[in-house]
Every structure is written in C-alpha cells, then in structure tokens.
C-alpha cells in the first residue's frame, strides 16, 4: 500500500450535479496531482497542487477545480456533470524537491458514475 | 508533445508462457523516465519499476524483465511463466526527468492469463 487514500470509494451522480473527492496524501508528501481515467483509456492528467496552488493542469475545463490544504490533502471538485465524466479518478501525491524526480504514489481510485 | 503506445490492447495466454507487452513512446526532451505500472481489477495503480532515459541496460525482477532500446524509443516488458495473479491491465508511462511534470500513459494492455 502506498499510504495515499481516497473517499469514497464509489459515487453515482445525476448530469448537471457537483461533486467532490477527496485525497489524503503520504506522509511528508507536499504535492497532489489528480489524473482522470475514462473505462478502457489510461489515466490523464487533470491538474497538480504544491503548497496550496495549482502548479499545472492538464487539458480539462474549468468546471474542473481542486483545492489543497494545509495538511497536504487534497479536493478534487466538478461542476455540471455531464455524462462524459464518468471514470476511475486517481490522485497521487509526492514530495517536490528541487532538481529531483518526483516519485508519484497513487491511491485506490473513486469511481464516479454519473447518469 | 509526449505520447505513449501501446499498440496490444489485450493479450491472452496460457498459464507458464512467456508474454511481452509492447511500448513505444515519443518526446522530445533528451532526458526522461520511463514506467511500467499493473492496474488489477481494483483500480489502485501499482509501481512496477522506473528507467532512467540514460540507463539502457535490461533490468530482470523474479519473472519480470524490461528491454529498453533508445534507438527505437521502445520499453517493453515481458512476463515469464506467467501465473493468473498477473491478469491486469498493464501501462507505460512517461515523463521528463527533471521538473514537475505529470505521467503521460499509454491506453494500456490488458492481459488474461487462463489456468
């Protein structure tokens, strides 16, 4: 196990609807990144939070947000739902240093269906 | 731009053959790291291992074997013996070396392995 952990496990939404995940960072991890993965694709990358502040994004919309805490963990939030958004949403945390690669630990996944 | 293919989208096999999944990736940076990662039926992403762009030597774990050849941008991973337990979906991924930069996977290759 990787010490990431992620809630709830599972969801089912309406079209039009919020929702929000959350993620619990490793121990002494400072970074969050969150990456989608639609049924049959392999995981994309949505955005990253260091220090509280997105510090990348990826390809999503603006309905697509996320928060970081003091503690590191993380939220994942989307807006309007829309059917297209249904899939296996995986964060991971790491630890950002300087001139470094930063090995990305994954949690377990929420899976969102959204009807 | 970086991209990842895995061009098997599923394999199967008998218990005790030898299996190789397939990746060929793409980037332009001159430094970067390569991943294999399993993805079992409960969604948690798995490590598998970690190569370096400057590191081409194969690399063998237990049954498990990486071949490496920057000359043809392909890291291919191959199963030896292969036992049920390994039926998941397998991904490549990509990323530059240094920086903050996401994973970029490939759509991944599910293998069945049959008893």
């Known amino acids: 196990e990787t010490g990431v952990t992620q809630s709830p496990t599972h969801l089912i939404k309406t079209r039009g609807q919020q929702v929000t995940l959350r993620c619990s960072s490793q121990?002494?991890?400072?970074?969050v990144s969150w990456y989608q993965q639609a049924l049959g694709q392999g995981p994309q990358f949505i955005f990253q939070y260091y220090r509280e502040e997105e510090n990348g994004r990826g390809n999503f919309p603006p309905r697509f947000s996320g928060l970081q805490f003091p503690n590191y963990s993380s939220e994942l939030n989307v807006n309007a739902l829309e059917l297209d958004d249904s899939a296996l949403y995986l964060c991971?945390?790491?630890?950002?240093?300087?001139?470094?690669?930063?090995?990305?630990?994954f949690g377990p996944g929420t899976r969102l269906t959204v009807l | 731009a970086q991209k990842v293919t895995q061009a098997q989208t599923e394999i199967s096999v008998v218990e005790k053959e030898d299996v190789t999944l397939d990746c060929v990736y793409e980037?332009?940076?001159?430094?970067?790291?390569l991943f294999w990662y399993k993805q079992p039926p409960s969604g948690e992403l798995v490590f598998l291992i970690r190569r370096n762009s400057f590191d081409e030597q194969n690399e063998i774990s237990g049954r498990y074997s990486w071949n490496f050849q920057k000359s043809t941008s392909s890291f291919n991973f191959t199963i030896t013996a292969s036992q049920v337990v390994d039926s998941a979906v397998y991904f490549c991924a990509l990323t530059p070396r240094v920086g903050n930069t996401p994973l970029v996977f490939g759509k991944g290759t599910r293998l069945s392995v049959i008893a």
């Open positions: 980037t332009r940076d001159t430094t970067y790291y």
């Open positions: 121990s002494g991890h400072n970074t």
């Open positions: 991971a945390s790491s630890l950002l240093q300087a001139g470094g690669y930063n090995e990305q630990f």
